[in-house]
């Protein structure tokens, strides 16, 4: 079978994408694996340890995709047309694999495999996490969203062929958006999981929920930690998985609100491996280092929460001043 990972990263959540690179080797040492990158990180010393390959901006073969599809929600969108591999499993950055997730790999019978959501939507939480469903009316009139309250997923995790859409069609999704922004929710999970039951409607693709996804902000700190434990400083597998840790649970180490320790796992692993002169305490100050833009942004959130309303004010009427 032709497939690998593809893990898709900014500079910015760069050090996340160390850990889970270390962790999808870890647990599927023989699988390839493709780094989708938007910016220009240093990845020579990972290139050498890991064989990994890379996708850049500056080798991306289709102009349109090279012009337009890097940033927020867009980047990934580029693996389905210029992913190394045929058939794969796309990871987001700041996801931690617990597991050999290939068990849900059944590229016999489907074209993709997407998680299976804890929950359905109804028609007010489709409309505020994935679709304005009366504004996406006026470029598709036939679309149902209602039809697949059982089926809508959080795209940080999925398996899928490459070319199971056509490029041409994403273009013209993307050109709507931009003249009608916001009809597709929080970067590409609204457009994709149009996308896709749009083409399983049309015949074009036939795609499966399973459940390979645990997404942290849906549960109980300590309710995580006792899913994904450690033994004698080793992973225990109760059931494999992708741990995502979005929203406020973003993994880095001052983040308190999180169970993060398997990605710190990785993370110190990744730097283990790939940097054996460092000592412990020298990994822990570059994962600190690393992990500043969202400590900062959090710190400044905290800060903002305990400012007394009044201040609030003033501090909206100055910077309405600037913007």
């Given at each position: 079978?032709?497939?690998?990972?593809?893990?898709?990263?900014?500079?910015?959540?760069?050090?996340?994408?160390?850990?889970?690179?270390?962790?999808?080797?870890?647990f599927?040492?023989?699988?390839?694996?493709?780094?989708?990158?938007?910016?220009?990180?240093?990845?020579?010393?990972?290139?050498?340890?890991?064989?990994?390959?890379?996708?850049?901006?500056?080798?991306?073969?289709?102009?349109?995709?090279?012009?337009?599809?890097?940033?927020?929600?867009?980047?990934?969108?580029?693996?389905?047309?210029?992913?190394?591999?045929?058939?794969?499993?796309?990871?987001?950055?700041?996801?931690?694999?617990?597991?050999?997730?290939?068990?849900?790999?059944?590229?016999?019978?489907?074209?993709?495999i997407?998680?299976?959501?804890?929950?359905?939507y109804?028609s007010?939480?489709?409309?505020?996490?994935?679709?304005?469903?009366?504004?996406?009316?006026?470029?598709?009139?036939?679309?149902?969203?209602?039809?697949?309250?059982?089926?809508?997923?959080?795209?940080?995790?999925?398996?899928?062929?490459?070319?199971?859409?056509?490029?041409?069609?994403?273009?013209?999704?993307?050109?709507?958006?931009?003249?009608?922004?916001?009809?597709?929710?929080?970067?590409?999970?609204?457009?994709l999981?149009?996308?896709?039951?749009?083409?399983s409607?049309?015949?074009?693709?036939?795609?499966?929920n399973?459940?390979?996804?645990?997404?942290?902000?849906?549960?109980?700190k300590?309710?995580?930690?006792?899913?994904?434990?450690?033994?004698?400083?080793?992973?225990?597998?109760?059931?494999?998985?992708?741990?995502?840790?979005?929203?406020?649970?973003?993994?880095?180490?001052?983040?308190?609100?999180?169970?993060?320790?398997?990605?710190?796992?990785?993370?110190?692993?990744?730097?283990?491996?790939?940097?054996?002169?460092?000592?412990?305490?020298?990994?822990?100050k570059?994962?600190?280092?690393?992990?500043?833009?969202?400590?900062?942004?959090?710190?400044?959130?905290?800060?903002?929460?305990?400012?007394?309303?009044?201040?609030?004010?003033?501090?909206?009427?100055?910077?309405?001043?600037?913007?």
């Amino acid at each position: 079978m032709d497939f690998g990972v593809v893990i898709v990263c900014s500079e910015k959540d760069f050090g996340f994408a160390k850990g889970c690179l270390a962790s999808v080797k870890y647990f599927m040492p023989e699988v390839e694996v493709c780094l989708l990158i938007d910016g220009n990180p240093d990845t020579k010393k990972l290139e050498e340890y890991y064989q990994v390959k890379i996708l850049k901006k500056e080798n991306i073969k289709n102009d349109f995709l090279r012009n337009n599809s890097f940033g927020f929600g867009i980047t990934k969108m580029i693996a389905f047309w210029e992913s190394p591999f045929e058939q794969f499993l796309v990871l987001d950055a700041d996801i931690c694999v617990w597991g050999d997730l290939r068990f849900a790999a059944d590229f016999n019978n489907y074209d993709m495999i997407i998680d299976q959501p804890q929950y359905s939507y109804d028609s007010h939480g489709i409309n505020t996490w994935f679709l304005d469903t009366t504004r996406l009316s006026s470029l598709d009139k036939d679309f149902k969203p209602e039809a697949y309250s059982n089926n809508y997923f959080c795209t940080g995790v999925f398996f899928t062929k490459k070319n199971v859409f056509p490029l041409e069609w994403y273009e013209s999704l993307y050109e709507f958006s931009k003249s009608e922004p916001n009809v597709f929710k929080f970067g590409e999970m609204g457009m994709l999981n149009y996308m896709i039951f749009k083409s399983s409607e049309q015949g074009r693709l036939k795609f499966k929920n399973q459940h390979i996804q645990y997404i942290c902000p849906d549960f109980d700190k300590a309710e995580t930690a006792n899913l994904f434990p450690f033994k004698e400083n080793k992973p225990i597998i109760k059931e494999a998985l992708a741990i995502h840790y979005n929203g406020n649970r973003k993994p880095y180490l001052a983040n308190d609100l999180s169970y993060h320790q398997p990605l710190t796992f990785f993370r110190a692993l990744y730097y283990k491996q790939v940097h054996p002169e460092l000592t412990g305490e020298e990994i822990k100050k570059i994962m600190a280092r690393e992990d500043f833009p969202y400590a900062r942004l959090t710190l400044r959130q905290k800060v903002y929460n305990n400012t007394p309303q009044p201040l609030k004010l003033i501090y909206k009427k100055i910077k309405g001043l600037f913007s």
